[in-house]
């Protein structure tokens, strides 16, 4: 019989920031489960329910009890599991699947050595026999094998085993206990429902027995709610528990209605998507209302005023033609007939953390950036690298020389990096870490800096990560580039390289951030002067570091462009040949795309790799083309070819002196027929 199989796990109030995560991958785990077991469909991918308390999954056409089947377990290798070699004339003669032991031709009983302590414990482990074995070949070895007919089982008898190793297999980083057993999961867990169709599933998961019942809303909930039939779940939640248990589902709905409470007030609203996301997991039936707080809090500079009111409140601000109005609207877990204690509660909660805000800024506006240094020394950057005041003179010293090769003012360049990590030990970026750079570019603009200077101190952030937005200007760019080149060269010189996954001082996207600089603003600089210029300060390394960098970014580059839609050959046309300007790299692979578009094109690029291949032969035989002599040439063939290159270099390297690759890879066209030849 086949029916909507239900789950549900009623807990106390899970982690915000991992529900979704939490809800898919218990999905995964128990489809994976019953699909293996034959309960269910390996395309039946069922669906996932998450609210605050709770974690559920629905899997429709779920079999009562398994049909019958044929287990096959693999063992060992033929080679393996033998002892000896006696038999090696049987064993190539017994076809795929057979059983091992059988007679010859004559009748005799062919000789088949003696297990192997493997095969041994693989046939024990299996309860058969030697004579019960057959052998397989999965196309690159042969193997014991072991087919065993299965009665099939109720889901009974599987369930509940199946839910607890797919709770251990959750990305939960801390377990809990509760109570005086030993269950543990990621909060206590008070309910169980083991539903198929409208029968429970006996079973017991983390100490509780099945039922139907669980409970819905804390407040506008009925009670005790039963869910007489799987397929009714999400509806008599909705219905009597007052809960949306569909994530996605609930989420659509606070998305709409912030539109729509922002569109009411003829704002804008500043959309997060992982705010979203968060607010989704803290409610299980949201209302949108609007508040608003005291004007005067607008004098703090808006990302301050942004910040504290999502991250510490989970509020939506609004915007007014871009700028930050005193409404914002809140997501709340009750809907009532007159919200106004709602309102009022949460204005009442937000005015001190903005308050607090307005403190931080006025009190760090007495200190000017200049005046904070001293503070620097006594903070440690890396305990082989110095303090982050020594780190501001290596800034100081590399900002300066990289605005000389743009051509940028120099003066402002340094200057914008001696100031640049001086908001590192003011009030407002102690309590937001986020905004380092953003209140050091306020903070200058009060102290009476040059704008280009203030503009600078927050742009040396950025890119901050993928999709962010590049620096403006060459003074600033000279400090964003500096900033990474410095970090890369001091990590470089320590050892301090990412290996796998592990990168935490983020060099992978220091990397990729000078990658996209260079080429996103096309500056004429080259790449290994600049990282030559940045280790030179650095601690003695035993190794090459500067070599060490210069690869590390060049598989930066790789990954940036395929991300920008080149094709693997595409790529390695142009990084193959390690040019250290980064900044000719899409007129490259542009000409590369138009010179493929050419008749002559597949034939040239064919012929190209014989020629490489002789002339590396060639080299490896002692010859060198470097050497070679016209006078020699006979063949009119190789007259005619080396009359057509005559002509053709110098016009080729005239384009590619002058930046045209698309033209220097067309001239080399007309060499298609004297290379055919």
């Known amino acids: 019989m086949r029916e909507t199989l239900l789950i549900e796990l009623l807990t106390e109030e899970l982690p915000p ?9 218990f999905r995964e785990q128990m489809q994976k489960s019953l699909a293996d077991a034959g309960f269910i469909d390996s395309a039946n991918l069922g669906k996932w329910f998450a609210t605050p308390r709770r974690l559920a999954v629905q899997f ?15 063992g060992p290798s033929v080679a393996s599991g033998l002892v000896s070699s006696v038999g090696a004339g049987v064993e190539s003669r017994l076809s795929t699947a057979e059983p091992l032991h059988r007679r010859d031709a004559v009748h005799h009983e062919t000789p088949v050595p003696p297990p192997s302590k493997a095969l041994e414990g693989f046939m024990r482990s299996a309860g058969v026999t030697f004579d019960q074995l057959e052998r397989a070949t999965d196309g690159k070895a042969e193997y014991f094998l072991v087919r065993q007919h299965k009665s099939g089982e109720p889901l009974a008898a599987h369930l509940s085993s199946m839910i607890e190793a797919a709770l251990k297999k959750l990305p939960i980083a801390k377990f809990m206990r509760w ?23 006996a079973g017991k998961v983390l100490g509780l027995e099945s039922r139907k019942v669980t409970r819905g809303h804390r407040f506008m909930s009925a009670g005790e709610i039963t869910i007489a039939h799987a397929d009714h779940y999400a509806e008599t939640l909705a219905q009597s528990g007052k809960v949306i248990a569909d994530f996605a589902a609930r989420r659509a709905t606070i998305v709409k209605e912030l539109n729509a409470a922002a569109a009411k007030l003829n704002l804008q609203l500043l959309h997060d998507e992982a705010l979203v996301d968060e607010v989704t997991a803290l409610v299980e039936h949201p209302s949108v209302y609007a508040a608003q707080f005291d004007a005067e809090f607008l004098a703090v500079p808006q990302e301050c005023l942004i910040l504290t ?35 009022s509660g949460n204005e009442r909660v937000v005015r001190p953390r903005l308050a607090d805000a307005k403190f931080f800024f006025e009190t760090d506006k007495k200190t000017t950036l200049l005046n904070r240094l001293e503070k620097l020394n006594h903070i440690v950057y890396h305990n082989k690298l110095g303090s ?17 090769m743009l051509g940028a003012d120099v003066v402002q360049a340094e200057r914008a990096a001696l100031l640049a990590k001086a908001d590192l030990v003011t009030e407002m970026v102690g309590e937001f870490p986020e905004l380092q750079g953003i209140m050091g570019r306020y903070y200058a603009l009060a102290d009476g800096e040059d704008t280009v200077v203030a503009d600078a101190i927050e742009a040396h952030y950025h890119p901050r990560g993928a999709g962010d937005t590049l620096p403006v200007g060459n ?28 990168d935490p001082f983020a060099l992978r996207r220091a990397a990729l951030g000078v990658v996209r600089i260079l080429i996103g603003h096309r500056l004429p600089l080259d790449l290994k002067d600049l990282i030559n210029q940045a280790t030179r300060p650095q601690p003695a390394r035993t190794g090459d ?20 839609g080149f094709s693997p050959s595409e790529t390695e046309a142009v990084v193959s ?101």
Do not use: W
Not at 310 to 336: C, E, H, T, W
């Open 60 to 74: 429709a056409d779920c079999l009562a009890t398994q049909a019958d089947r044929t287990i096959e377990k693999k």
């Open 475 to 502: 003074v600033a760019c000279a400090v964003a580039l500096a900033e990474r080149l410095d970090l890369l060269a001091g990590m470089f010189r320590i050892g301090q390289i990412p290996t796998g996954d592990k």
């Open 17 to 25: 920031k991992s529900l979704a995560k939490l809800g898919l991958a």
């Open 179 to 201: 109570g005086d057993g030993d269950a543990q999961f990621v909060r206590p867990v008070h309910g169980l429902i083991l539903l198929h169709g409208a029968n429970v599933v």
């Open 545 to 564: 570091a500067e070599t060490d960098i210069l690869a590390f970014v060049f598989d930066r580059l790789r990954t940036y462009l395929r991300d920008s």
């Open 309 to 343: 009111m999502k991250a510490n409140q989970k509020y939506f601000p609004l915007l007014d033609q871009g700028k930050l109005s005193n409404r914002f609207l809140i997501v709340s877990n009750m809907a009532v007939a007159d919200p106004a204690n709602i309102i």
């Open 388 to 404: 982050q005041r020594k780190r501001v003179n290596d800034l100081v010293t590399l900002s300066g020389k990289i605005a000389a």
């Open 577 to 677: 040949l390690k040019s250290y300007r980064m900044d000719q790299v899409f007129e490259q692979l542009s000409a590369i795309r138009a010179f493929m578009q050419l008749p002559e094109a597949e034939a040239l690029t064919s012929a190209n790799k014989r020629v490489a291949n002789i002339l590396r032969k060639a080299k490896e035989g002692g010859e060198s083309f470097a050497n070679s002599s016209a006078s020699l040439l006979c063949e009119s063939a190789e007259l005619a070819l080396h009359a057509a290159l005559s002509a053709a270099k110098p016009i080729a390297e005239a384009h590619f002196a002058a930046g045209d690759y698309s033209a220097y890879l067309k001239t080399f066209a007309v060499l298609k027929e004297p290379v055919d030849k």
